[in-house]
């Protein structure tokens, strides 16, 4: 609806007047200006720029590129880094400040800013080579000893976006947080300091920085290919995308380096582009983003089709099923790779968060291995304490954390590496992932899951949805009663029903105008189906079909 009073619409113009004055640059001033010039026809897009400030959050910023605090430009990072910097000098925090950042617009510049706000500050700043992954980020924060780092980047999201990630060093950190991503009470300090900065102009710039060496990258790389086992199979062959990101070179370096052959790639996503030209989303799980890989896989006869999104921290693999191919759910490379590890002898704690699959637990109380559940993200699955320490982590949006002692975050190549590691033993033995995971489920049963997932454009109807699941919860999901009802308020905002086999967990996404439900049914494997060799198939077919029924269900309940 079109603002006409004409109280609000001159606040609107004297908020964009004052943010004109402080703005340090020319191209946002400008933008901005033709916004202002246009009203009252632009009233509504300058009432969305100054609706609030782009909040600092436990994932930093993210936010559309546009002018105005609503939004990521060069006043937002100015303001962002000098309120990090500071809040790093408050805590006596020494040690450098590591910068990365990957190949959408404006990524390189918002580093190059951070910089000089850090040395403006008297603080050491150390830039990556060039656009690179984010895991590379965390890497670096650990292996030179950071105060902090920052990744310029918005991963998976739309073009039109960027975002602002910090880590912590392990001064602040900790010891399960050396590395990670920050976690309240951090961020709402941070943000406390970027609101109390003055003026910007009053902000001291310094020199650049120091541009790291491929040094870093060449520890990187030589740190995670030791993730394989030096002796295994090698033999496979696979077809790969980073999807227009700054995953290619690296994964095109990482597999030869490990003993694998190098993968085929598809061409017309294989340099880095802030368009995305050929996907309507840069996200490997919306449905579509990685068909060219799997066109590719199939054409050359590949063993596999992988995908990292853009700033390769996700990993995304697709298999050979019957005449065609399917792309394995985040759950099950997920318990795939768990069970490698554990199969290979890596004892220690295993983590995923509330909304992933159960069944990584019940494989850990099968194997004897310390569990731990947590809240969605891997700012926490990284600190998941237990006997051991953390050995391995992953959560269902393709995340996984293969080498905690190196990366403290998702890792999108080593993760890689790991699965083309087991593919490529189980093919020597004749078998493949599909076969493994068939195992598994004879063992320990079925574990189905689906996610009912729908976007909005007013983000009111995602809390009037979760309002009514809280006011009004269903007394049954498929025909059994609902045992239990957990309402993780005010930690999180999160709802989940279980029954005696299904569990729904219900939350806003964090990074997306998206609301989330997912879906779990378990199916055992009966007895007499095992002895005709039908039993996985049939438990697997109960599943299914029941996931289709509780999906109608719960967005019944959630009026969506």
Avoid at 140 to 162: E, F, I, K, W, Y
Avoid at 231 to 237: K, N, V
Avoid at 254 to 259: K, V
Avoid at 356 to 369: D, E, P
């Amino acid at each position: 609806m079109t603002i006409t009073d004409p109280a609000v619409l001159e606040r609107l113009r004297a908020d964009a007047t004052r943010w004109l004055s402080d703005d340090p640059d020319a191209g946002d001033r400008a933008e901005l200006s033709r916004v202002l010039d246009g009203l009252p026809g632009t009233t509504d897009e300058l009432a969305d720029r100054f609706a609030g400030p782009l909040t600092f959050g436990t994932a930093g910023l993210r936010g559309p590129l546009r002018a105005g605090p609503n939004g990521m430009n060069l006043a937002v990072v100015r303001a962002a880094a000098a309120g990090l910097v500071g809040w790093l000098a408050e805590r006596g925090a020494d040690g450098p400040l590591v910068i990365g950042y990957d190949a959408r617009h404006r990524s390189r510049e918002f580093a190059e800013q951070t910089a000089r706000v850090a040395t403006g500050a008297g603080r050491q700043a150390l830039l990556l080579p060039r656009p690179l992954p984010t895991p590379i980020l965390a890497y670096a924060v650990r292996s030179l000893g950071a105060a902090a780092g920052v990744m310029v980047t918005a991963s998976h999201n739309p073009p039109q976006d960027n975002g602002y990630k910090v880590y912590l060093g392990a001064a602040l950190g900790g010891v399960t947080g050396a590395g990670a991503q920050i976690v309240p009470p951090a961020d709402a300090e941070i943000e406390a300091a970027i609101r109390a900065i003055g003026p910007l102009d009053r902000v001291p710039l310094g020199p650049p920085g120091t541009v790291l060496g491929e040094d870093v990258l060449a520890s990187y790389l030589d740190s995670v290919t030791g993730v394989v086992a030096p002796d295994g199979p090698r033999d496979l062959a696979v077809a790969y995308t980073p999807l227009h990101g700054v995953g290619g070179p690296v994964v095109l370096a990482a597999l030869p380096a490990a003993g694998f052959p190098a993968p085929s790639i598809v061409e017309v996503q294989a340099e880095p582009d802030p368009e995305f030209p050929t996907v309507s989303f840069p996200n490997p799980e919306e449905p579509g983003a990685i068909d060219r890989a799997v066109a590719l896989a199939s054409s050359t006869g590949s063993d596999l089709a992988i995908a990292n999104d853009p700033d390769a921290d996700r990993c995304a693999v697709a298999v050979p099923d019957g005449d065609g191919w399917r792309m394995l759910r985040g759950d099950e490379v997920g318990v795939l790779l768990a069970d490698h590890l554990m199969r290979r002898g890596v004892r220690g704690l295993y983590a995923t968060t509330i909304v992933s699959s159960s069944l990584l637990g019940a494989v850990c109380r099968g194997r004897g291995m310390p569990y731990a559940e947590t809240l969605t993200g891997f700012k926490w699955i990284v600190r998941a304490s237990g006997d051991g320490g953390l050995v391995y982590g992953y959560e269902e949006a393709l995340g996984y954390c293969v080498a905690p002692e190196l990366v403290r975050d998702k890792d999108g190549i080593s993760a890689a590496l790991l699965i083309c590691e087991l593919a490529a033993a189980l093919k020597a033995d004749g078998r493949t992932l599909l076969d493994r995971l068939d195992e598994i489920a004879a063992e320990f049963g079925v574990y189905a899951t689906d996610q009912l997932s729908v976007r909005v454009e007013d983000l009111s109807e995602i809390g009037s949805a979760m309002a009514r699941i809280r006011q009004r919860p269903p007394a049954t999901l498929l025909g059994e009663p609902v045992t239990s009802i957990e309402d993780l308020l005010p930690e999180a905002d999160v709802v989940t029903l279980r029954t005696s086999s299904t569990r729904v967990v219900v939350r806003p996404s964090g990074t997306e105008p998206k609301l989330k439900a997912y879906l779990e049914v378990t199916e055992a494997v009966a007895g007499d189906e095992a002895v005709a060799g039908d039993g996985v198939p049939a438990a697997r077919r109960r599943a299914t079909a029941a996931l289709v029924t509780l999906r109608t269900e719960t967005a019944a309940a959630l009026g969506v």
